[in-house]
């Protein structure tokens, strides 16, 4: 898609789908479509790293700023879902899987989500800073910033590499969770930011292998459409083999314990034989890429998985290796 | 963006359809502000009740426990 078209969708404020089905006379946004904004599915999995964070934290905390702590980050996260969907509306409009999104089907104003956005993150990282501490609340601010500025408006139209820098922004919830408790952030803390990181790209490129059509019809340069599936592949297959050693670390620098290790190791094998077998198809049409598609599902359970160990691991030995 | 029909053009539907999401709309800010006003408050009590007790009278130095009149 041209940049120049893309930025004339950008200062055009509210822009009504064709065929959305709402007169835009009378459309007018419920609460279910700002629900939407706030990309519900991936805060899902924000809330749940964080959380994991939180308990594996050394320290104590009352329940209710906890509570609080992860209400913020969550917010967070939606706000800066909200403001990507505000800039990307033109993208969704054209993929098939977010086309049904509020600002592509026209039930809303671009203004109207730019303003729920912006008051979000800033009320998120207000209410952090004032309820649990500063640093949390810096990290959080990071957090919505980069993943705004940094992720969709300065890398994902320009570089097949978006995925790997913008795994950062998914990656830092962990750290705010972390620093809601203690203040800090040390070790353990950032190898919990580097496992995300290093599992965002063949979890997403993975996805983006059975869903290139649409990407390469949005124009948005992901690895399958620059590089090709095979190149993709092979990527996949290299970021998994960085990501297990990086599972596999802090059992070994004695900052959990084996319970967590244990699973790791195993989950790492299974992720590992799921990307070579990746790194073999050659399929290149959707209906052939079964084992895309298994990795993708496992890559959300593996996750899972894994920080429900290193919970189990800190609540089974509490304070191992601190 | 297409010209859009002004409220007196709607039909007796759309009109309907608006007001129906309006109302859906404020309800759920009602229900909004009043979960921030419970997290405020909330925020608050623990705040002040987490705060370190006060030093008992008996640990404090005799001139500040009981001050010479």
New interface residues.
């Given amino acids: 898609m041209p940049q120049a078209n893309i930025a004339a969708e950008h200062v055009s404020g509210t822009a009504m789908a064709p065929g959305s089905g709402i007169a835009p006379g009378t459309a007018f946004a419920e609460w279910r479509d700002y629900f939407a904004l706030l990309k519900p599915r991936v805060m899902t999995l924000v809330i749940f790293t964080a959380f994991c964070a939180m308990i594996a934290a050394p320290g104590t905390m009352h329940p209710f700023l906890a509570f609080t702590g992860i209400l913020c980050i969550a917010v967070a996260a939606g706000a800066a879902g909200a403001l990507n969907q505000w800039y990307e509306a033109d993208i969704d409009a054209v993929m098939k899987r977010t086309a049904k999104r509020p600002l592509p089907a026209g039930k809303m104003g671009k203004d109207e989500a730019l303003a729920f956005g912006v008051i979000l993150g800033t009320g998120s990282v207000v209410v952090m800073g004032l309820a649990l501490n500063w640093v949390a609340a810096l990290w959080l601010a990071i957090s919505i910033l980069f993943y705004v500025i940094v992720y969709t408006m300065w890398l994902k139209r320009r570089t097949p590499q978006n995925i790997v820098i913008g795994g950062a922004a998914g990656a830092f919830p962990v750290i705010c969770g972390w620093a809601a408790v203690t203040g800090d952030t040390p070790l353990l803390a950032w190898i919990l930011f580097a496992i995300i990181f290093l599992w965002t790209p063949p979890h997403f490129w993975a996805l983006a292998l059975f869903m290139e059509a649409d990407y390469s019809k949005a124009g948005v340069p992901m690895l399958p459409v620059t590089h090709g599936l095979a190149n993709t592949r092979w990527q996949i297959l290299g970021y998994s083999a960085l990501l297990v050693p990086v599972t596999i670390a802090p059992p070994l620098l004695g900052l959990t314990g084996w319970a967590y290790g244990g699973t790791a190791i195993t989950l790492g094998v299974i992720f590992m034989w799921m990307a070579a077998k990746v790194a073999r198809n050659t399929a290149d049409v959707p209906a052939g890429m079964a084992p895309e598609k298994q990795l993708f599902k496992f890559s959300l359970l593996y996750l899972a998985c894994l920080f429900g160990a290193l919970v189990a691991d800190r609540l089974l030995i509490p304070g191992a290796g601190l | ?2 010209n ?4 007196a ?2 039909t007796p539907e ?2 309907a ?2 007001y129906a ?2 109302a ?2 404020n ?3 009602g229900v909004l502000l009043f979960a921030l006003v419970a ?1 405020f408050f ?2 608050t009590v ?2 002040m009740t ?1 705060q370190k007790p006060p030093i008992p009278a008996a640990k404090l130095p005799p001139a500040v426990a009981a001050p010479a009149s």
């Fill in positions: 963006m297409p859009a029909p002004s409220t053009d709607w759309q009109r359809a608006f999401r309006r859906s709309r309800r759920a800010l997290l909330g925020i623990v705040r987490g």
